[in-house]
């Protein structure tokens, strides 16, 4: 098949996050850890997310978005999720602590708390890339490949995964009807969004598709700021299909050698697969 490549826009990416040597470097094969990740969770029920762990110390927990402080909450605080919002450009969750009642604490600082997985302390330095995050950009990626909102091209003997190319960005017919409804049941599945009634009333099967589009549109609103579905995907591609509300904290060095060996693993999955 000839050597893969990361697309034009992922390398800029990479080098300014100071890793453009690591196109001189051999990323081993991911594969085998990848392939435990997807056999592991396949054929399994949803596993949700209802509450918040908080990933640094001293994070402001406010009244309303950016408003009065009613308490700092430090590093490895549980809280109960409650719903999300946007605030000036930002995601802001809404949740209930322990100490200080209910409250908003932006995204950055606190992340939702998937299959009991801890973030505290964080994870070895630059390792972001959780499980459920890897279980979503695969989906997302083969979603996307499969009605053409991304795209395999072949240059020579390279094969190259092109994100929402500029041939069909902004194509309204490419987007299935209710596409907003499967990615707003999956960011619920791989607990990128906590679980909240709107996860319950898309699956009640007495809802009729127009509603449940609603509430699909009000979701990814409230997460992303928008439900245009070009603006979401042209968004994700800090790493890979993840976008920057769903990876939340940046590492504060280079991206870990694990991480980018299972992004890298993702996305040559996806050219085999395609």
Not at 14 to 42: H, K, R, W
Not at 150 to 170: D, H, M, N, Y
Request: glycine share 10%; hydrophobic share 40%.
């Amino acid at each position: 098949m000839g050597k893969k490549t990361v697309t034009f826009l992922l390398l800029l990416i990479l080098c300014f996050m100071n890793l453009a040597s690591c196109a001189e470097t051999v990323i081993p094969d991911g594969q085998p850890q990848l392939e435990d990740i997807l056999s592991s969770y396949a054929g399994k029920e949803a596993v949700l997310s209802g509450r918040l762990q908080i990933i640094r110390d001293g994070v402001n927990f406010r009244e309303a978005p950016g408003g009065k402080v009613l308490g700092r909450l430090q590093g490895g605080t549980v809280l109960d999720c409650l719903d999300e919002t946007q605030d000036q450009g930002a995601l802001w969750y809404y949740a209930r602590s322990a100490e200080y009642g209910c409250g908003y604490v932006v995204c950055t600082f606190a992340k939702p708390v998937w299959n009991e997985l801890d973030w505290w302390p964080l994870p070895a330095a630059g390792d972001v890339v959780s499980d459920n995050m890897l279980l979503f950009a695969y989906w997302m990626g083969t979603y996307q490949l499969d009605h053409g909102l991304s795209v395999i091209e072949t240059a020579g003997t390279e094969k190259l995964l092109s994100i929402a190319p500029a041939a069909v960005r902004g194509n309204a017919s490419l987007i299935p009807g209710d596409m907003k409804i499967q990615l707003v049941s999956k960011l619920f599945e791989y607990g990128l969004i906590c679980r909240n009634p709107a996860y319950d009333r898309l699956r009640d099967p007495s809802v009729s598709p127009e509603e449940k589009n609603g509430i699909a549109v009000s979701v990814l609103q409230k997460h992303y700021g928008t439900d245009d579905i070009w603006k979401i995907i042209t968004g994700q591609s800090i790493v890979l299909f993840i976008h920057q509300n769903d990876l939340h904290a940046m590492p504060e060095g280079p991206v870990s050698g694990r991480d980018q060996m299972l992004m890298h693993a993702v996305m040559d999955r996806l050219i085999e697969e395609h």
